[in-house]
């Protein structure tokens, strides 16, 4: 397998809500992972969901990085890793918005090669705007023990609105609640609101990224509803994602049969 090495960026998935008091475990996106696909989600072009001042906002980031990359004139080459550093403008925060941290897993943003990692974004946002976001990445390959390649990444960004109702808020975005009941041992029921009518797709991952649950729906623009019977189900942490017009909401799903 062979990719170019510039193109890993800082990444992104799904959504739910914590405080910004403690950094939630990050997750991946295991609708994009079952792709087979090496890089990041999400890209550039979907970049990362918009917030609201004063609202609860996580960012999730998967991260893959392949086994190896042809780089001229070297040839096909192996990954070691890939590093995350602080941007010199942005020695803090990467221009995240204020109120707004980035946490991952590996905690030294240190990405193992031929292996998945991820982040979150997390927090509260205070001050409403459009953030522009820095990263710079080094790439390193087996054998070296100096970056192969560094490059600064500018085309993500955060946009901040001011507080809104709840009427216009679930009417004007794709958003997705946390399951209730959970835990669950019977039936989970999942709200999700589409900006307006369309299908909606709920699919449900183990931890080990198989397919163990898949439902389309036709929703209506508001507040929609997936059940599920977990009897269905063994006892265990389950992530599940909603997609809706190639934007997805990720989230877990405790089942405690006990």
């Not at 072009?45 to 070297?74: C, E, M, R």
């Not at 589409?194 to 508001?222: D, F």
Request: charged share 15%.
């Amino acid at each position: 397998m062979k990719k170019i090495y510039f193109v890993f960026s800082i990444l992104l998935l799904g959504v739910s809500f914590v405080s910004k008091a403690q950094a939630p475990a990050c997750q991946y996106d295991y609708a994009w992972l079952t792709l087979g696909k090496d890089g990041v989600f999400p890209d550039s072009a979907t970049n990362f969901i918009s917030g609201n001042v004063g609202s609860p906002y996580v960012q999730h980031i998967t991260v893959k990085v392949p086994y190896d990359t042809t780089v001229s004139p070297l040839g096909t080459v192996q990954f070691d890793h890939i590093d995350l550093q602080t941007n010199i403008s942005n020695p803090v925060n990467y221009g995240l918005p204020p109120g707004l941290s980035l946490s991952g897993t590996p905690s030294n943003f240190h990405f193992p090669g031929n292996d998945t990692s991820c982040m979150v974004i997390y927090g509260t946002p205070t001050v409403a705007g459009t953030y522009n976001l820095s990263f710079t990445l080094k790439t390193y390959i087996v054998g070296s023990p100096f970056a192969v390649n560094t490059q600064t990444l500018t085309y993500y960004k955060i946009i901040i609105n001011t507080p809104v109702g709840i009427s216009e808020n679930i009417t004007s975005k794709f958003e997705v609640s946390n399951p209730i009941p959970n835990p669950s041992n019977t039936l989970s029921a999942i709200k999700y609101f589409l900006p307006k009518n369309g299908t909606a797709k709920l699919s449900v991952y183990s931890t080990i990224g198989k397919l163990v649950y898949s439902k389309k729906s036709e929703g209506k623009q508001g507040e929609n509803e997936f059940d599920i019977n977990v009897n269905e189900l063994a006892s265990g942490m389950y992530i599940y994602s909603v997609e809706f017009e190639g934007k997805s909401i990720t989230k877990r799903l405790i089942v405690n049969k006990d």
